[in-house]
């Protein structure tokens, strides 16, 4: 199996894993943050949804241009600190699983030499589509598990 192959399917998976997730914590805590400047549950699935934009954009850079550059993306720089909190959940909800079945689709259509595409990118060594829709699989699972722990958090301050 390739690498490609098993991005794509974690890629494809994340909807189903992430979706019963955020429904299972209680509309209690689903805004509420651990402590001032850390996320809510709300805010880290409003943040996936967010990010699909981001990345088609990459991706159609990386793919018409010779040697592109990629901005760093840094949420806690570049987004005002309630702008997740502002976003309607099921709606973002509707939209992640919509981009990324639209997202799935394109990938599936890549060449090999286009997923090998580069660009540079502001914080790391060395930057190609593969690289980068790795990085989006891990991505999800990290926020995934943003929102568990916030789900089974006992100790709120």
């Not at 490609?4 to 805590?29: C, D, K, Q, S």
């Not at 914080?123 to 589509?129: K, L, N, P």
Request: aromatic content about 8%; glycine content about 2%; charged content about 30%.
């Amino acid at each position: 199996m390739s690498g490609e192959f098993l991005v794509i399917e974690a890629l494809e998976r994340a909807p189903a894993f992430i979706l019963p997730l955020i429904r299972e914590v209680p509309r209690t805590i689903l805004k509420r943050r651990p402590r001032p400047g850390k996320w809510s549950a709300h805010e880290h699935a409003c943040h996936l949804a967010a990010v699909h934009p981001r990345m088609m954009a990459r991706l159609d850079l990386m793919l018409t241009e010779e040697k592109p550059r990629i901005k760093p993306y840094l949420p806690h720089l570049d987004d005002e600190d309630d702008a997740l909190l502002k976003l309607d959940l099921a709606e973002s909800m509707d939209r992640f699983s919509a981009d990324r079945k639209n997202l799935v689709e394109r990938l599936r259509a890549l060449s090999p030499e286009e997923w090998q595409r580069t660009a540079d990118h502001g914080e790391y060594t060395h930057y190609s589509v593969f690289i980068m829709f790795r990085h989006l699989a891990m991505h999800d699972m990290f926020h995934a598990y943003r929102i568990e722990e916030l789900l089974l958090k006992n100790d709120w301050e």
